[in-house]
């Protein structure tokens, strides 16, 4: 595809991305409210800006994991799992940084 320019170009090229990526993952943002409310039954109380980004790190690694299952079968995910290793990271200094309990 030549490189998008117009409004009409960025949004084919957007479904574009979106078939390729939903041919590897199949529908997996379908399923992130059904993994979120196990892994939180009672909810989750996230306010302040520490605790937003927390969770926001939090979430890119589930996606990560979950895009991961979708392909375990065929070997996983290499991607994925690089994204994951990076966000744990990323995770992990900022609960160092605000003093959060994490060994």
Request: with cysteine.
């Amino acid at each position: 595809m030549k490189e998008p320019k117009t409004v009409v170009d960025f949004l084919n090229h957007s479904i574009d991305i979106f078939e390729q990526r939903d041919e590897e993952y199949g529908s997996n943002y379908k399923d992130a409210g059904k993994v979120l409310d196990i892994l939180f039954p009672c909810g989750i109380n996230i306010c302040g800006e520490v605790e937003m980004t927390r969770f926001g790190l939090f979430r890119n690694c589930l996606n990560k994991l979950m895009r991961y299952s979708k392909n375990f079968e065929k070997g996983g995910h290499e991607d994925s799992l690089t994204d994951l290793r990076t966000y744990s990271a990323m995770l992990s200094e900022i609960d160092k940084e605000n003093n959060m309990e994490i060994f």
